[in-house]
C-alpha cells in the first residue's frame, strides 16, 4: 500500500523539518485551475478540499455529489495538465453539520452516508467533524468530548469500511488519513458582529480530548483506523472574519505547540488561516500546524480579480454600456436575491451591508459565483478582454499583471490575469509550507 503523503508531513515534521501544507478548500474552477497551476510549476503536492456545504450526498450548493466533484477535478486537471497523482482530495467538515436539524439517528444516518460516498469517490483525506450539536442535543450545554468522540469513531467505522469496499474495484486505493479534534472553528468564519477575542487551545484541553479519541476509537475496535490519524484541529489563535482575520500570536500559543511535539503520529491542523501574512503563516508550520487551511482568502482573491477587470471594461466600454457585462452589479443583485448566505455574517446599515457583499473578507461572494447569470456576467467579460486588456488600464487595475505581461512572463488575456491574482495568495502559503519537499 502506498504511503500517504500527508504521512510524509508528519514524519518531516517529527525530524525537525519546517514543512506543511495548505489546503485549498474551494470548490471555484478559476481557484482551483490557479493552484493547479502553481503546483504544477513547482512540483508540488496539491490538497484541495470540498466542505459538506459545497459537496454533499444532496449535492450541496454546487450541486456535486462526491464522485461529482471528483471527476470536476480530474476534468480540471486533465486541462491544466496535472497528474492526479500530484493532488490529494479532501472532505472537509464532514459529519452531521448541515443534518444538525434532525435527531442524532436521522442526523449521524446522513453523516455516515457522506462519509460513504466521499471514501467511494476517492477522497482520501477525510476531516470527522461531530463537534456540532444536533437537535437532540441539550442546547444549554455544552458538547462533551466523549459524545463528539463516540460519534467520531463510528463515522471512522464507515470511513474504513467504504475503503473495504473501494479496494474490491480499486485494488490499490490509498489507505484514507483523518483528522479528529473538537475544537473546531465554525466553517464560513465567524459570525459575531462584535470581535470577542480567541481563546487558545489549553494543553490539558488537547491532551484529555486526544485521549477520549484514542479510547473511544479503541472501544469501537479501531485501532488501525487510529493509526490513519494525522491531524488534530485546536485554536491556535487564528479566525478568518468579515474584517480581515486575528492574526497568529505565537507567544499566546508557546505551550499549545509544544505539546505536539509529545505525540509522534500527528500535527496539527490549522482551520481559517486565510489573511494571515505569509510570515505569521511560517510561523504557525515552524510551531507544528503542518496543514494551513485556506478557502475565503483564495476565493476573496479571484473576486478581486474580477472585479479589477470589470472596473476596466467600465472605462474601455463607457461609450457603449451595452457591451459592458455589469458584472459586479449582477453578482450584488444575486446576492441581494438570495441573501441566505451572508445575512448571518454581514452586519450593519443597509450601506454597510452593500460594502461587504462587495468587499467583505468573509467573502460570502463565492457562493453565487456559480449561479447561472453571474456565469453569463463573467462570460461577457473574457469576451470583451479576449484579445487582451490594454496595457493602460491593466496597469491601474492590475498593476501586478502588468508587469509580468510586459515581460513576458504572463499572458493578457482575462482568465490568466484573474488565475494570477490567486496565485499571489497560493504564494504566500508555498512560502510557509515548503510543500515541495512533500513526496506524491
Known amino acids: 500500500m502506498n504511503e500517504h503523503p500527508l504521512k510524509h508531513v508528519v514524519r518531516l515534521q517529527k525530524e525537525g523539518k519546517q514543512v506543511g501544507i495548505y489546503s485549498a478548500c474551494t470548490s471555484s474552477e478559476i481557484v482551483l485551475r490557479a493552484c493547479m497551476e502553481r503546483a504544477k510549476e513547482t512540483s508540488s503536492v496539491l490538497l484541495i478540499e470540498a466542505t459538506a456545504n459545497q459537496v454533499d450526498q444532496y449535492g450541496g450548493y454546487t450541486g456535486m455529489k462526491p464522485a461529482d466533484f471528483m471527476k470536476f477535478i480530474q476534468r480540471l486537471a486533465g486541462e491544466e495538465g496535472i497528474p492526479m497523482s500530484q493532488i490529494i482530495l479532501g472532505g472537509d467538515h464532514l459529519g452531521p453539520l448541515t443534518f444538525t436539524r434532525y435527531n442524532e439517528d436521522k442526523a449521524m444516518a446522513e453523516a455516515r452516508e457522506l462519509i460513504r460516498q466521499f471514501v467511494l469517490a476517492g477522497f482520501t483525506k477525510i476531516h470527522l467533524d461531530t463537534s456540532m450539536k444536533v437537535a437532540s442535543d441539550d442546547p444549554d450545554t455544552r458538547l462533551s468530548d466523549e459524545v463528539i468522540s463516540r460519534r467520531g469513531a463510528e463515522l471512522a467505522q464507515v470511513a474504513e ?83 480581515g482575520c486575528t492574526p497568529y500570536d505565537r507567544s499566546k500559543a508557546v505551550d499549545l505547540m509544544a505539546s505536539i511535539k509529545e505525540y509522534p503520529n500527528f500535527v496539527f491542523e490549522g482551520h481559517s488561516t486565510d489573511y494571515q501574512t505569509k510570515y505569521a503563516l511560517r510561523e504557525l ?9 485556506v478557502g475565503p482568502g483564495l476565493s476573496f482573491a479571484a473576486r478581486e480579480g474580477l472585479f479589477a477587470l470589470a472596473y476596466a471594461e467600465k472605462e474601455v466600454f463607457a461609450d457603449q454600456p451595452e457591451k459592458q457585462s455589469h458584472f459586479m452589479e449582477v453578482l450584488d443583485a444575486a446576492m441581494v436575491a438570495n441573501p441566505v448566505y451572508y445575512q448571518k455574517h454581514y452586519h450593519g446599515t443597509p450601506a454597510e451591508i452593500a460594502y461587504r457583499r462587495k468587499f467583505s473578507f468573509s467573502d ?59 496565485i499571489y495568495t497560493v504564494d504566500e502559503y508555498l512560502y510557509a509550507s515548503h510543500q515541495n519537499e512533500i513526496k506524491f
Open 364 to 422: 460570502r461572494s463565492r457562493y453565487y459565483m456559480p449561479t447561472e447569470e453571474v456565469r453569463k456576467a463573467q462570460e461577457v467579460l473574457f469576451n470583451n478582454f479576449k484579445d487582451g486588456v490594454p496595457l493602460g488600464v491593466l496597469s491601474q487595475f492590475m498593476p501586478l499583471e502588468y508587469t509580468k505581461v510586459r515581460e513576458g512572463r504572463l499572458h493578457n488575456d482575462p482568465l490568466s490575469l484573474v488565475k494570477d491574482r490567486v
Open 161 to 243: 469500511d467504504s475503503y473495504k469496499e473501494l479496494l474490491k474495484t480499486n485494488p490499490n486505493a490509498v489507505h484514507p488519513v483523518y483528522i479528529v479534534g473538537s475544537e473546531v472553528p465554525i466553517p464560513g468564519g465567524s459570525q459575531q458582529s462584535v470581535d470577542t477575542g480567541l481563546q487558545v487551545t489549553k494543553v490539558e484541553d488537547f491532551k484529555n480530548t486526544v485521549s477520549i479519541f484514542e479510547k473511544s476509537f479503541h472501544e469501537h475496535g479501531l485501532d488501525e483506523a487510529w493509526n490513519q490519524v494525522v491531524g488534530f484541529v485546536v485554536q491556535p489563535g487564528v479566525e478568518e472574519k468579515d474584517a
Open 285 to 293: 508550520v515552524e510551531d507544528g500546524v503542518g496543514i494551513l487551511k
